[in-house]
């Protein structure tokens, strides 16, 4: 009791690099003008696509006292649980489209589908790493198109996760060790048996997929932004956005500082503590990516990565303002915040990863110890906060343990008092 009652609730550091006066030259590169609407174009094919719900908690946006509170509900994308599938999808596509030597022009599904165009393409196998969404994602799309897929798992990875994605023809092979490790075995193998990687991370010599799927995540950020219009509301002010490798982070953050310049949103990049390699790499200061070293033993699968994508970080350390290190009973305590809303508020379905960003803002929101993270960020009455719950129920057994019975509880130190 006594170390956890010394232990803040959560760590955070706030990024000097990311100022106005501080341009991100990488931007332009990674997510040039013009990508979102050439992602949304292909998601707009995809069968089933229609825009995830984005969906207001003004009941709890009042409770804690600020303006409002919007969460981007990517529980149910395509009926897949997470918004990962854009990424793979969009990377697919690039990926399949340079392959046939079209530069002038955008493919069409149909075409890609059509048996000339797959005569030309031939017999490809995708392969990646995952700690499970993004091999979904992966698989789901690969299916689509007829082609093989092979998805590497780390060991810790549930049956739940692996089944749902072999439930789409997908073989999956279980690697000891952490993410990371399977990341490193998948790149051994792919070039010994000629697959494609459509990798979420990059590494030095490879980039562009990894880049065509941080691109694709911006689907979800026009679709936002046109909600969030149909509200009246122009922009958020503030925005909390988990991160495994940071490709969803630098997506977002990299559309947003694109859109808005310097009065873009407040920027907060939400990690587990166990797998915290971005708000490592921000804490330093140097402007180089760190990476973390461990079991990553986190109940944020999802999260559970200690390399960086470097071509993420590259946007991050320009474009993030704040970065969270967070314990695990943030997320399960998110997840039970959605799953039981006050009053009049929707619930949410919300697995471990989705939720983290919840908690973590009501407290900055809320608890005495965080007063002055929540002066630096400017949180008040009139911030308008964007949230995404980037995960719906992935792992049921997991997801009953903390919601039906009450894992990963909060400290007594960081129970609120009963009023
Ligand atoms: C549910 C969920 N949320 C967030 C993320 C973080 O995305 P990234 O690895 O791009 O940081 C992941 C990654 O797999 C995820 O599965």
Redesign the pocket.
Same mark, same amino acid.
């Given at each position: 009791m006594a170390d956890l009652a010394s232990k803040p609730l959560l760590d955070w550091v706030e990024n000097s690099r990311a100022g106005v006066s501080s341009p991100c030259t990488a931007l332009t590169r990674l997510l040039p003008p013009g990508i979102t609407g050439i992602a949304r174009q292909l998601h707009r094919q995809l069968d089933g696509y229609r825009m995830s719900p984005l969906k207001s908690l003004s009941g709890l946006a009042q409770l804690i006292g600020v303006g409002g509170v919007w969460v981007k509900d990517?529980s149910q994308r395509l009926s897949l649980d &997470?918004?990962?599938v854009l $990424?793979g999808s969009f990377a697919i596509y690039q990926f399949l489209r340079k392959r046939l030597g079209i530069r002038d022009r955008e493919l069409t599904v149909t075409e890609l589908k059509s048996e000339k165009t797959r005569a030309q393409l031939g017999d490809l196998c995708f392969a990646t790493a995952?700690? $499970?969404?993004?091999g979904r994602g992966v698989a789901w799309a690969a299916k689509q198109l007829g082609f093989r897929c092979v998805i590497y798992v780390h060991e810790r990875t549930s049956r739940a996760r692996i089944k749902a994605i072999e439930a789409f023809g997908a073989q999956v092979k279980v690697v000891a060790g952490t993410y990371d490790d399977a990341v490193r075995m998948v790149m051994r193998d792919a070039a010994t048996n000629g697959w494609q990687i459509i990798s979420?991370?990059s590494w030095p010599g490879y980039e562009d997929i990894p880049c065509w799927?941080?691109q694709g995540?911006t689907t979800m950020m026009t679709e936002i932004q046109e909600q969030l219009a149909g509200q009246g509301i122009a922009r958020p002010t503030h925005v909390f956005?988990? /991160? @495994?490798? @940071? /490709?969803? /982070?630098?997506?977002v953050a990299g559309y947003y500082r694109g859109l808005f310049g310097d009065s873009r949103p407040v920027m907060t990049v939400v990690e587990p503590d166990r797998a915290a390699c971005?708000y490592e790499s921000a804490r330093q200061g140097t402007g180089q990516a760190r990476s973390v070293g461990g079991d990553l033993d986190t109940i944020?699968? @999802?999260?559970a990565?200690g390399d960086p &994508?470097p071509i993420?970080w590259e946007i991050l350390d320009h474009c993030a303002d704040f970065f969270l290190s967070c314990p695990d009973f943030v997320a399960a305590k998110g997840m039970r915040v959605y799953a039981v809303p006050v009053s009049g508020d929707p619930f949410i379905v919300s $697995?471990? &990863? $989705?939720a983290v960003t919840l908690a973590a803002m009501m407290y900055i929101v809320e608890h005495e110890s965080l007063q002055d993270l929540k002066r630096r960020m400017k949180l008040g009455p009139d911030s308008q906060i964007l949230l995404?719950n980037?995960?719906g129920n992935?792992d049921p057994g997991h997801f009953r343990r903390v919601v039906w019975e009450g894992s990963d509880p909060v400290p007594q130190e960081y129970r609120f008092p009963l009023v």
């Amino acid at each position: 009791m006594a170390d956890l009652a010394s232990k803040p609730l959560l760590d955070w550091v706030e990024n000097s690099r990311a100022g106005v006066s501080s341009p991100c030259t990488a931007l332009t590169r990674l997510l040039p003008p013009g990508i979102t609407g050439i992602a949304r174009q292909l998601h707009r094919q995809l069968d089933g696509y229609r825009m995830s719900p984005l969906k207001s908690l003004s009941g709890l946006a009042q409770l804690i006292g600020v303006g409002g509170v919007w969460v981007k509900d990517e529980s149910q994308r395509l009926s897949l649980d &997470s918004f990962k599938v854009l $990424g793979g999808s969009f990377a697919i596509y690039q990926f399949l489209r340079k392959r046939l030597g079209i530069r002038d022009r955008e493919l069409t599904v149909t075409e890609l589908k059509s048996e000339k165009t797959r005569a030309q393409l031939g017999d490809l196998c995708f392969a990646t790493a995952t700690d $499970g969404n993004h091999g979904r994602g992966v698989a789901w799309a690969a299916k689509q198109l007829g082609f093989r897929c092979v998805i590497y798992v780390h060991e810790r990875t549930s049956r739940a996760r692996i089944k749902a994605i072999e439930a789409f023809g997908a073989q999956v092979k279980v690697v000891a060790g952490t993410y990371d490790d399977a990341v490193r075995m998948v790149m051994r193998d792919a070039a010994t048996n000629g697959w494609q990687i459509i990798s979420d991370t990059s590494w030095p010599g490879y980039e562009d997929i990894p880049c065509w799927v941080m691109q694709g995540y911006t689907t979800m950020m026009t679709e936002i932004q046109e909600q969030l219009a149909g509200q009246g509301i122009a922009r958020p002010t503030h925005v909390f956005v988990q /991160a @495994g490798v @940071g /490709a969803l /982070a630098a997506a977002v953050a990299g559309y947003y500082r694109g859109l808005f310049g310097d009065s873009r949103p407040v920027m907060t990049v939400v990690e587990p503590d166990r797998a915290a390699c971005l708000y490592e790499s921000a804490r330093q200061g140097t402007g180089q990516a760190r990476s973390v070293g461990g079991d990553l033993d986190t109940i944020m699968a @999802g999260l559970a990565c200690g390399d960086p &994508s470097p071509i993420a970080w590259e946007i991050l350390d320009h474009c993030a303002d704040f970065f969270l290190s967070c314990p695990d009973f943030v997320a399960a305590k998110g997840m039970r915040v959605y799953a039981v809303p006050v009053s009049g508020d929707p619930f949410i379905v919300s $697995g471990e &990863s $989705g939720a983290v960003t919840l908690a973590a803002m009501m407290y900055i929101v809320e608890h005495e110890s965080l007063q002055d993270l929540k002066r630096r960020m400017k949180l008040g009455p009139d911030s308008q906060i964007l949230l995404i719950n980037t995960e719906g129920n992935t792992d049921p057994g997991h997801f009953r343990r903390v919601v039906w019975e009450g894992s990963d509880p909060v400290p007594q130190e960081y129970r609120f008092p009963l009023v």
